[in-house]
């Protein structure tokens, strides 16, 4: 196994391994965006005017709408970021990929010498 051959599979360990953490990351972001559009949801059920809104170690009455308008904006946010490790995951499943192959062109040539 030459030095190539070598540096390729460290690349590929570690292109695995950052794969892993995107998915990680991405499912933990997927969950929180879910958990902020249930409570959107809510929120436009309720026929209250003001609900209580957790604000550093305090809870404070804020109207609906105001509070429903943050957690919109929070959802937007998530879902960018959704979109940001996902293109992430993308890139790295493609130099996975491409090292493979790379990887298993220099197995064939060796097998066949």
Known sequence: ????????????????????QLSSQKQQLQ????LL?????????????KVYKAVGNIMIQTPVNEVKKDLETE??????????VQKQEDI???KMNKLK????G?????QED
């Open 92 to 94: 790295t499943v493609d």
């Open 1 to 20: 196994m030459d030095a190539q051959d070598q540096q390729d599979r460290i690349d590929f360990e570690r292109q695995r391994n950052q794969l892993m």
């Open 37 to 49: 559009k249930e409570a959107v949801e809510e929120l436009s059920k309720t026929k209250e005017e």
């Open 75 to 84: 959802v937007e946010a998530m879902d960018l970021r959704l979109k940001t």
């Open 101 to 104: 192959k790379k990887l298993e």
């Open 31 to 34: 969950f929180q965006s879910k």
């Open 106 to 110: 220099t197995g064939k040539e060796k």
